[in-house]
């Protein structure tokens, strides 16, 4: 057993009571020796996804003492056909670990006939980094504000239904009644992009994180100009971007209190809750361990990535409480998206 991993058996024990921690981590640590674990993303592996699953692949492995931790890229439906595979074919022991879209339960309470899939069938390991969603548009287009948008027709870019870059525009138009046309097919953030950058498309709805790690550039050189940001707070990126609940109308905010669960699920990490729980508690005290990694913080750095970890239990908790949304705010967020389809 690596030093490494020595070090990961004693976090485990903290997770644990009594004499029967050491036990515990030990058993864990030799279930993962010498074994090959498999990180599933629905995305393309040049995104956030990609290089966050990536980064913590690479440091995860030494922590756990396996002999590989790979990235399976499964791109399709923004995150549903992954996340559909993950749930019913994927391992259940621990050597199988899912980053979900971040649209996870939204999608489970909206397209329940889609999504094949329990969130709360996920016991949550930890999330490394969370991030406001931002819409924003060539500049060329002369949009200035989202206001315009509600007499201009653009397109913006999506992957999928089961994306935010399908999911949030789709409100705009209902909610703020703008005039979006969304393009679906698009395979992965960087795709959109491109298509942004070719004038395939006008704009897209993306992860703060995706637009900053990709192209900050273009804010700089006001090649694009930010319109719209959701999240609890406005992001450290676009402080002065307006956010979408101080747009809507009142009876229309706890839809966008039900859609920013998005956030807190961010780039997160969990398992099937079939998962031996001694494997549970290995997996988030290595992943811990790994977020306040200087090297790891710095890998992180080099893609462009800020490193704002975030507990299991935590994004447990928002999981449970999203899940418990009144019907009446689901029917009204499930007839905006058929109108936008």
């Not at 030799?30 to 913590?56: L, P, Q």
């Not at 229309?252 to 699920?265: A, K, Y």
């Amino acid at each position: 057993m690596t030093r490494a991993t020595f070090r990961l058996a004693a976090i485990a024990s903290a997770f644990v009571v009594g004499g029967a921690a050491a036990a515990t981590a030990q058993s864990a640590a030799d279930f993962y020796k010498g074994k090959s674990v498999e990180i599933y993303i629905g995305y393309g592996v040049g995104g956030t996804y990609g290089k966050s699953a990536t980064a913590m692949a690479n440091h995860l492995k030494p922590r756990i003492g396996a002999d590989s931790v790979i990235v399976k890229s499964m791109p399709g439906s923004g995150g549903l056909k992954m996340t559909n595979y993950y749930a019913n074919v994927a391992p259940k022991n621990g050597l199988a670990i899912i980053l979900p879209p971040d649209t996870l339960v939204v999608t489970q309470l909206l397209k329940p006939k889609a999504a094949k899939y329990n969130s709360s069938d996920f016991t949550w390991l930890g999330a490394i980094v969370r991030v406001n969603s931002l819409a924003a548009i060539r500049s060329d287009t002369g949009v200035k504000s989202w206001k315009d948008m509600t007499t201009k027709a653009v397109n913006f870019g999506s992957s999928g239904v089961g994306s935010q870059t399908f999911q949030l525009p789709a409100l705009y138009n209902g909610l703020l009644g703008t005039k979006i046309k969304i393009i679906k097919g698009y395979r992965g953030s960087r795709k959109m992009l491109l298509a942004v950058e070719q004038g395939e498309v006008a704009g897209v709805n993306l992860s703060s994180l995706a637009w900053v790690t990709d192209r900050k550039d273009w804010f700089d050189k006001k090649f694009v100009t930010p319109l719209i940001q959701m999240g609890p707070s406005p992001s450290a990126h676009f402080p002065n971007v307006p956010r979408f609940r101080d747009l809507v109308k009142a009876d229309d905010r706890p839809i966008v209190d039900f859609m920013t669960s998005l956030v807190t699920i961010g780039r997160s990490f969990a398992v099937p809750k079939e998962t031996p729980k001694d494997r549970i508690d290995f997996l988030s005290a290595a992943m811990a361990d790994v977020a306040k990694d200087p090297k790891f913080i710095a890998d992180m750095k080099k893609s462009k990535l800020s490193v704002t970890y975030s507990s299991g239990p935590s994004i447990q908790k928002v999981i449970a409480e999203t899940l418990k949304t009144p019907p009446a705010v689901i029917s009204k967020v499930q007839e905006l998206f058929d109108r936008a389809s």
